[in-house]
């Protein structure tokens, strides 16, 4: 081992040490900042050696023991995390109430507490810094805030060191916070398991600058008495993204900022205010989903018409390519961006009620690029290939109600990308595409930075500011993760971030078991849209793929819809595959823009039962899906917004229904319901159900 690897590992051991030492010495102020009900509080002191640190309670029972704050500089002589003496406090009570351009509701209260902490080193530089704290009534969030000073204006960050000591040791669902990627299943273990697991089963992660002993964020747990809690980050911009590193010796986690090749973390700025570090905190799952907190600790928009944007179903010359029917690139001889199969999907997304349509591989470059190493000026985005007639296709589109969604996919070479970016975005909008779908496949170039790095989170802002500018609303995949962002940029109107649909179709580990579909809303979900690619009909692929399936029977793909929420929600499948299928019609009537939504039921990794109200409307959406287990619930509809009589159209799984054998198997019923009624539905193994209910009119 080298000598500063030896001085590295030893040194940062003592220091984290003793600064752990420090605040088992806490110095807490009388008065906590309480929520608005009272329910939740956020305290706030000083180590016996000047370290800022906090602790959260819930109905006075501590949730969060002291925790240690603090960031580290390049500068040696320059350390944020300790030292500190209290000038004062600033308080805020802040009310207010804003309407969403669209979302899982139509307006959102944001209601909390504030202190903002203004500290002063003691030292000769006395540096300032301030912690600014909120309390909700749904969670608690902090931000460190360096205010411009003579002495401090332009730093390198090495790390941050936010404590988050959990009290008892709770059970987690959690993926690795590998920097790069967010496709994993999730793992369900209590904290004190997860060093032991992440280094058996991700050996990959084990490196010199990606620790194997992070979590990405959300994390979500569940603790001995059933509280939920989740750990995040809002407002991320220009900083790069917290995982969580593992504190075995207090079942806890320490923050682990993305790092770059020459292991800091970022250059800033003062003024400067970081990401929130948020909490949420609620007595159920449903009440983690429910929460607007996230949304809440971002500014307001920055757009002032998003008229231009329309949540919808779309489908897409896309899963053709999964299942090897048809590839992106020409030279394959079997392209599947052509003008006439374009034309295909215009026609039956026309006579189906969709009028969306993405294609990708439309545009020159793939050749190149699959199954090459070359990725560096590959792509052009305004350059179809010669079998695909872009002004044709958006004319046609046109006259049949079917607007295009453009494709990006940039082999995570983002500099090429903003090269052409105003041009590309410019072509949109010329011919009024509103849509784009953004890809970033493969590791980053330039060589030793990540997604999830302070260079890329400035690349995918970039992206959103100047689609704003286009009137272009974004789906971004192998994306950094939603943090709330989508309040002040609502172009920004889904995300991948998760492990989806298409590991069904090439993944080697047997695809997306069904109580994966039981834990993201909860998990990645808790942080933004998820364009899950939902609706596949032919379950077992043949006859293009018959060694791999999708594990999940017709009635949960149907229940995707609701579950995982997108207002841009693709059917997925092939057009030949819904031909003569009943429960397509679920698909033509769906809506993706809610007024307001409901948890009925969820036991994370076994059930989840959700309920959405379209908005503008009276009609509400459920979706119901179970993992491997049959079970049998009961949906009491107690929500339902009005009394009288409803009509309900149910999908449900079938008498012989099974997602391995016999995940076909579906039958529809119609019945007629009050408020004061319950659905009694059994879902198969790896089964759901599907109800659309309206008031009789």
């Not at 040696?76 to 899982?104: A, N, R, V």
Request: glycine share 8%.
């Amino acid at each position: 081992m080298k000598t500063n690897s030896l001085f590295n590992f030893w040194g940062w051991t003592l220091i984290i040490s003793l600064c752990l030492a420090a605040c088992h010495n806490p110095v807490r102020p009388k008065k906590p900042l309480h929520s608005p009900d009272g329910q939740l509080a956020i305290g706030f002191g000083l180590s016996s050696s000047g370290r800022p640190q906090y602790w959260v309670t819930y109905h006075d029972s501590l949730v969060v023991d002291t925790s240690g704050l603090g960031l580290v500089l390049r500068d040696s002589s320059i350390q944020l995390d300790h030292g500190f003496e209290l000038l004062g406090t600033d308080t805020l009570d802040f009310d207010e109430t804003w309407s969403l351009p669209w979302g899982e509701r139509d307006h959102l209260r944001n209601h909390y507490r504030q202190y903002t902490v203004h500290l002063r080193q003691k030292s000769w530089r006395q540096d300032s810094l301030d912690i600014v704290m909120r309390a909700y009534d749904d969670g608690v969030a902090f931000r460190y805030h360096i205010p411009a000073q003579d002495s401090l204006s332009a730093f390198t960050l090495a790390d941050e060191m936010t404590e988050f000591r959990v009290v008892g040791d709770p059970t987690c669902w959690w993926i690795p916070g590998d920097w790069d990627s967010y496709e994993h299943l999730y793992n369900q273990t209590k904290i004190s398991e997860i060093n032991a697991l992440t280094k058996a089963h991700h050996p990959n992660l084990i490196s010199s600058t990606i620790p194997y002993n992070a979590v990405a964020t959300p994390l979500t747990m569940r603790t001995a008495s059933g509280l939920h809690l989740s750990i995040h980050e809002a407002a991320l911009v220009d900083y790069p993204e917290m995982t969580l590193k593992i504190d075995p010796a207090d079942h806890g986690f320490i923050s682990e900022l993305v790092g770059r090749k020459d292991s800091m973390k970022a250059d800033l700025k003062t003024p400067f205010s970081t990401p929130w570090r948020m909490i949420q905190i609620a007595p159920t799952a449903g009440g983690l989903l429910e929460s607007g907190l996230v949304l809440n600790l971002n500014e307001p928009s920055k757009i002032d018409d998003m008229s231009w944007f329309k949540p919808q179903v779309y489908m897409g010359i896309w899963w053709e390519m999964h299942v090897n029917k048809a590839s992106w690139d020409i030279a394959s001889g079997k392209h599947g961006a052509t003008t006439a199969n374009a034309k295909r999907y215009i026609d039956f997304a026309s006579a189906h009620n969709i009028h969306g349509l993405l294609i990708e591989g439309w545009n020159t470059g793939w050749e190149h690029w699959i199954g090459f190493p070359e990725r560096e000026g590959v792509f052009d985005f305004v350059t179809p290939y010669p079998d695909y007639d872009l002004e044709a296709v958006v004319r046609y589109g046109r006259e049949k109600g079917v607007e295009l969604i453009m494709h990006h996919e940039t082999s995570a070479a983002p500099r090429t990308y903003e090269q052409q970016l105003d041009t590309a975005y410019a072509l949109m909008e010329r011919l009024g595409i509103h849509n784009a779908k953004t890809g970033y496949v493969g590791p980053i170039l330039p060589e030793g930075e990540h997604h999830g790095g302070q260079w890329m989170v400035r690349h995918y802002q970039k992206t959103v500011e100047t689609a704003a500018k286009h009137k272009i609303a974004l789906d971004i995949h192998e994306p950094i993760k939603d943090t709330g962002l989508r309040r002040t940029w609502p172009n920004v109107v889904s995300r991948e971030g998760m492990r989806g649909q298409e590991f069904n179709a090439w993944s080697s580990d047997g695809g997306n078991p069904p109580s994966h579909h039981t834990i993201i809303p909860f998990t990645c979900g808790l942080a933004g849209p998820l364009d899950y690619t939902p609706g596949i009909f032919n379950i077992k692929m043949k006859p293009y793929k018959p060694d791999h399936q999708v594990n999940t029977t017709i009635a949960h793909q149907l229940a995707l819809y609701v579950v995982i929420y997108s207002p841009v929600q693709m059917a997925a499948d092939l057009p030949e595959f819904y031909e003569g299928q009943p429960g397509f019609q679920w698909i033509q009537d769906m809506a993706t823009d809610w007024a307001e939504t409901r948890v009925v039921d969820a036991v994370i990794g076994d059930y989840a039962v959700i309920a959405r109200r379209q908005r503008g409307t009276d009609n509400w959406f459920i979706g119901a899906v179970t993992d491997e287990n049959a079970r049998d619930i009961t949906i009491p509809l107690n929500f339902l917004n009005k009394s009288g009589r409803w009509q309900a159209n149910l999908y449900l799984d079938g008498d012989s229904a099974h997602w391995n054998e016999n995940p076909t198997d579906l039958k529809i019923e119609q019945k007629v319901f009050t408020p004061t009624d319950k659905i009694n539905v059994h879902l198969a193994a790896g089964g759901g159900a599907a109800v659309q209910l309206f008031p009789f009119r």
